[in-house]
């Protein structure tokens, strides 16, 4: 088996503050993905990525960047957090189309 | 826009087998149902995943319509660590071209003693 290891777990900013959310995975899947998750709603695709250095954007990519560096990594960062934002970021991959994996989130908060 | 419809809540009681329906009546061909399910603070962990025929596995039964219109899964004598958020969607083969996955608001299992 492997495992998604998302970091940090709770990350607190400032209004107008980039952050940056770190995703690894050693199923040496192809496929990542990041999904962002507000309170009570289903979860929205912000960017993924097929391979190393390949990104695609999802449905949701504005105010977002993400970088692929390497086929077990895939880190996305906030380019300005807004005020009193409140998400959970989900990382996942997959073998090409296959069973999506997901770690246990990245709760963000902005003060 | 989410392809499946899933009822918001559900509620049922320890022992029980509970039936968890989703309506997908736009279905393409070659497309997957799977079923995710979610506890809180935690990501969505794999339930089972279906093209025609019924599936079975250690968590679930997965039921699929004839028509493939509709799927149920069927959770045997439930327990409390299977209270959670249960997401039904659909997902094109492995060879397509469409690698996103939409969930939606899914079906909120309550578990009670």
């Known amino acids: 088996g492997g495992i998604i290891t998302q970091t940090p777990k709770f990350l607190i900013g400032q209004e107008g503050q980039k952050l940056t959310l770190k995703c690894q995975q050693n199923f040496n899947h192809d496929t990542m993905y990041w999904y962002r998750q507000d309170s009570g709603k289903g979860l929205r695709l912000i960017y993924y990525s097929i391979t190393e250095n390949d990104l695609q954007k999802g449905d949701l990519s504005e105010g977002y960047d993400a970088s692929r560096e390497k086929k077990s990594s895939f880190s996305l960062t906030v380019t300005s957090a807004q005020k009193n934002e409140m998400a959970v970021f989900l990382c996942a991959s997959s073998w090409s189309q296959n069973t999506l994996y997901f770690g246990a989130g990245t709760r963000l908060s902005v003060l | 826009d989410a392809k499946t419809t899933q009822p918001d809540s559900m509620e049922s009681t320890e022992g029980e087998t509970v039936h968890l329906p989703c309506s997908h009546a736009t279905i393409s061909g070659n497309e997957y149902i799977y079923w995710y399910r979610q506890v809180p603070l935690q990501g969505p962990e794999y339930v089972t995943h279906g093209l025609q025929q019924n599936t079975t596995n250690s968590m679930a039964f997965l039921a699929i319509a004839s028509d493939r219109k509709s799927s149920t899964l069927i959770l045997p004598h439930v327990s409390l660590r299977d209270a959670a958020v249960y997401h039904c969607?659909?997902?094109?083969?492995?060879?397509?071209?469409?690698?996103?996955?939409?969930f939606g608001k899914g079906t909120l299992l309550t578990v009670t003693p």
């Open positions: 969607i659909l997902r094109v083969a492995s060879g397509g071209s469409n690698y996103k996955l939409t």
